[in-house]
């Protein structure tokens, strides 16, 4: 791209070169950069779409987490006695919950993205990724608006954040990172095989009760932690965890391997979406 | 480097028959995989557009015609992008801005602002230019007072409006229109036709997909003509619309049908539609000058009926230029006894004009009114000019509009005096 010069503002027009897929990577970033404003407006609807149809608005980002919040910590907490790091019980389970809620909601809206958005598909170009990326974008304002009540529940429980705090955006960016890794390989799954998105639900169940939500991993023996890390959310809630609240496993071996299967499950994400890509108009 | 903007080089799009029909399930998928006894069925291709080129400069308004399922709504798809091509590659110079449907984007939850948005940044819009062109788009849609209500509670000719106001202010050096102007009112139609004139006339490539005739003659200074997904014709409008127009009408100067599929009801059977001349050969070119005879070939299975053919003509544009139906005194309301008829209309000469017409029978009852049989586009002539000077074009050369060109009779009477007369008394 040479430099327009300064006295007129014409640039060269852009030339585009259309070809039948080749080569197995073809993920252009450049051009998903390109059409960041088109993913902005693609948050921005989902968001405002999402609002408008509930009566309560965004009250309902504190009521997900909260009643779950409610019912683990009556049930799993007090009833059922299982540990939670000498937090206190809402605590615990407040900030396990509201990554979990991000990473879950991320799943079901970026699974049906595709196909609920198969009327422009047909009709406009723009890089497909930029679907499911948005899906698990306007998701991060629900998070946003779930931290208020974090706020005030550590404050009344005086639970004092530490150092660790400074690696939480890295723990929210793993979230942000699994939320697409996995959305990516669902999204691109659904459009090709309609019945998936029944299967999410069962799934994300499944994988609740698989991950440190309802408690919390200090209760699979230490020699196995790293086992348990092959789930990526393990060491993303009990990183979270750890970071906002100093309490619970500091990084290691768990964590370690969670992060590695998070950037697999992306990377696997991003290519079988784009090989996905070059047909989806044809069978969406 | 020449200046053509579009250049397309033997491209190809395959489909896998029944790709479309049903979607795959998961559950399927894997249920067969573990069935191992090889019922795999042989896959069909069907390639929807074959080794297609061409070039494009920059300023042209190419038509692209073809019917359906010819390929042109996949080329333009493979053009905007939509789908990869199989085979073959294209270039583009310049920004592209596809209409392959009003609307697109549109959510009837957001309001008319909000959507106009969401639109124009799916269209290709950048945030400045929709906040820059806003005024100009509420003002074209006429929509403004309800700017702000949400779009479920816009009738559809609002949202249509609406929708072609922020299609009509996109600027792209390269626009691709597939067909959009067949949706809407007559007013909307026409409208969308003098936007797309607009942008025809500021400069901009583009091309045009559409069965509409009048508009693609209108607008489109080169056409392509497409033919079971391959190039059947390309050059200028005029031209290629007559290959079009005589391939469409395979249909010839005779038509006939069995018993079996005649068309019509237990009372009457259409058997045969014939076009002659005065010595009775059938012909498909008849000399502007001379008659045209069209029969009318039918059987009354079932007596005690008043029945009427007529016929439907219609000009190469899709203009209906006349109907006639027998007022014959020796038919006229009365019921006809069993077995076959013929009924010859004669078209006299230095009647039509040039061109292609296409005729549709149809026989009906007067009273009561029932139509038994309306049989469209049964057959086709032209209809060529002669140049000797005796017919209406006289020594004229030139191309002569009209629906129809008869020779009139005009009188002249003459007087030398008057003008001096008046000379004299100024």
Redo the contacts between chains.
Sequence with gaps: MNAANTTAVVTE?????????HGWWEVDFHELWQFR??IY?FV??DI??RY??TTIGAAWAILQPALAMIVFALFFGKLAHMPTEGLPILVFYYSGLLPWMYFSNSLTNATSTIVQNQ????????PRLALPISAVLSGLLDFAIGCLLLVPLMVVYRVRPGLPLLLLPVFLLLTVLMAAGAGLWLSA?NA?????RY?VPFLVQFWLFASPVAYASSIVPAKWRWLYGLNPMAGIIEGFRWSLTGRGDPPGPMIIVSVAVVLVVLASGLFYFQKME??V???V | MTDAVIRVEGIGKRYRVGQRQSYRALRDVLAGAFRRNGKRAPTDFIWAVRDVSFEVKQGEVVGLIGRNGAGKSTLLKLLARITRPTVGHAELHGRIGSLLEVGTGFHPELTGRENIFLSGAILGMSKQEILRKFDEIVAFSEVERFIDTPLKHYSSGMGMRLAFAVAAHLEPEILLVDEVLSVGDAAFQKKCLGKMGEVAKAGRTIIFVSHNVTAVTRLCSRCILLQAGVTLASGATHDVMSTYLRSELATSATREWSLADAPGDSVVRLRAVRVRKLDGTVSETFDIRQPVGIDVVFDVLEGGKELTPNLHVFDQQGVNVFISHDVDPNWRRRPRPEGRYISTAWIPGNFLPEGYFVVGAAITTMAPQNIRLYERDAVAFQVVDSTEGDSARGDYAGHLPGVVRPLLRWETSYEASPIEAERALQ
């Design positions: 027009p852009p030339v585009l070169r259309i070809a039948p897929p404003e088109l407006f921005w609807r405002k779409v408008k149809q009327n422009i598909i047909t009709k406009v170009y723009f799954m090709i095989y309609r019945d998936v299967v070059s047909t108009a044809d069978v």
